[in-house]
T-cell receptor, first 113, second 115 residues
């Protein structure tokens, strides 16, 4: 079983829809990251969370440490939001070692106009 | 541009050849990470440095792989006797551990194809 599980793996939605991507993890963590990866490979960090909720523009990330679960929400989605969204955790218990990240497989999001 | 840079962006090599990739982190960042990403998968941790010291290596990093960061600035990742299974995107990231945030900034990656 992967230490970081994301759902859904693929998501296609219409422009304007509210999007939710989920991440569950099985190890104790010191931080959780949400990352965005566009075709061609470049990765951009969206959020780093250790508790609660963060908001940046139309993006909202929440984490529940007790339930070992995080969600990434996109409000008023737009075609330019189309990308792969990756959840990653920092945990000394995981394959990423004490400071490297352990990643989920990503959620491939397509927003259609 | 003061972000993380990687060179080359693409590399095609024949099986059995050696390849070397370079990563230049954000200048004040003291931690540097290497990850590998195969098609359709999330990245996997390979190794990381704090300054010039290699602090941790993944079990994924076989004896054919070696990484260095000789002066605590740029880093190189060498793969000897490449195999087709080494074909992947190799990602570098850096962070500033001193401020406690540990947020990692990623480079554009080097895509390796072994034929």
């Amino acid at each position: 079983k992967n230490e970081v599980e994301q759902s859904p793996q693929n998501l296609t939605a219409q422009e304007g829809e509210f999007i939710t991507i989920n991440c569950s993890y099985s190890v104790g963590i010191s931080a959780l990251h949400w990352l965005q990866q566009h075709p061609g490979g470049g990765i951009v960090s969206l959020f780093m969370l250790s508790s609660g909720k963060k908001k940046h523009g139309r993006l909202i990330a929440t984490i529940n440490i007790q339930e070992k679960h995080s969600s990434l929400h996109i409000t008023a989605s737009h075609p330019r939001d189309s990308a792969v969204y990756i959840c990653a955790v920092r945990s000394p218990e995981s394959g990423g070692g004490a400071d490297g990240l352990t990643f989920g497989k990503g959620t491939h999001l397509i927003i259609q106009p | 541009d003061t972000g993380v840079s990687q060179d080359p962006r693409h590399k095609i090599t024949k099986r059995g050849q050696n390849v070397t990739f370079r990563c230049d982190p954000i200048s004040e960042h003291n931690r540097l990470y290497w990850y590998r990403q195969t098609l359709g998968q999330g990245p996997e941790f390979l190794t990381y440095f704090q300054n010039e010291a290699q602090l941790e290596k993944s079990r994924l990093l076989s004896d054919r792989f070696s990484a260095e960061r000789p002066k605590g600035s740029f880093s190189t990742l060498e793969i000897q006797r490449t195999e087709q299974g080494d074909s992947a995107m190799y990602l570098c990231a850096s962070s500033l551990a001193a401020d406690g945030s540990y947020e990692q900034y990623f480079g554009p990656g080097t895509r390796l194809t072994v034929t």
